[in-house]
């Protein structure tokens, strides 16, 4: 049975252990498709794969030097800033300097305008006193020979004599707020 099997098969045995032609025409087409690959596949794969990681290297460093030109921008900025607000103090401070200086010297000036102010109403004060003074003597004078001619009793006529008698009376006269000024001082 097992020989009638054989002849059915057609008569040779098949061992699948020993290389037949049809295997080596299979390597060979392997190792055909594989210089084909190599030749004309690969170069182009080779060629795409290096050029996109070439372009990945530059957008990486492209990408590292925006961010270093960032920290620059940035501390370039905080420097700025600092100094900004640096600048800002100096400025402040010497604007309260300049408004300390400005209101010394305004007050200053007030003390001096209030100075001149005083001085000029002392002056104007003591032209006035003087003024008084001459108006006074002026009115005393008469009023002296009005009160000498009725102590009198007789009018004195003539102007020399008149003269003589008011200068008299005011020589008298000036040197009584002298007196006066003394004693008067000690008591009050």
């Known amino acids: 049975m097992t020989g009638s099997v054989l002849a059915a098969e057609g008569g040779s045995t098949n061992n699948f252990l020993i290389p037949d032609f049809t295997l080596v025409i299979e390597v060979l087409a392997f190792l055909l498709i594989l210089f084909i690959l190599r030749?004309?596949?690969?170069?182009?794969?080779?060629?795409?794969?290096?050029d996109r990681q070439a372009m990945i290297r530059k957008?990486?460093?492209?990408?590292?030097?925006?961010?270093?030109k960032l920290k620059q921008a940035e501390e370039r900025y905080e420097?700025?800033?600092?100094?900004?607000?640096?600048?800002?103090?100096?400025?402040?401070?010497d604007a309260r300097a300049d408004a300390t200086r400005i209101r010394e010297e305004l007050k200053e000036q007030a003390e001096a305008e209030v100075a001149r102010i005083r001085q000029r109403g002392e002056e104007q004060l003591?032209?006035?006193?003087?003024?008084?003074?001459?108006e006074l003597r002026t009115e005393i004078g008469g009023l002296s020979?009005?009160?000498?001619e009725r102590i009198v009793g007789n009018s004195l006529g003539d102007e020399s004599s008149r003269r003589a008698t008011v200068d008299s009376f005011l020589s008298e006269l000036e040197g009584l707020p002298a007196q006066g000024a003394g004693t008067g001082g000690g008591q009050s």
């Open 79 to 93: 420097s700025a800033l600092a100094e900004a607000r640096t600048e800002a103090a100096r400025i402040r401070d």
């Open 59 to 68: 957008q990486v460093e492209d990408s590292e030097e925006a961010t270093r």
């Open 145 to 148: 020979m009005q009160l000498a």
């Open 39 to 50: 030749k004309y596949v690969w170069p182009p794969l080779s060629k795409a794969m290096n």
């Open 126 to 134: 003591a032209s006035q006193r003087d003024q008084t003074v001459r």
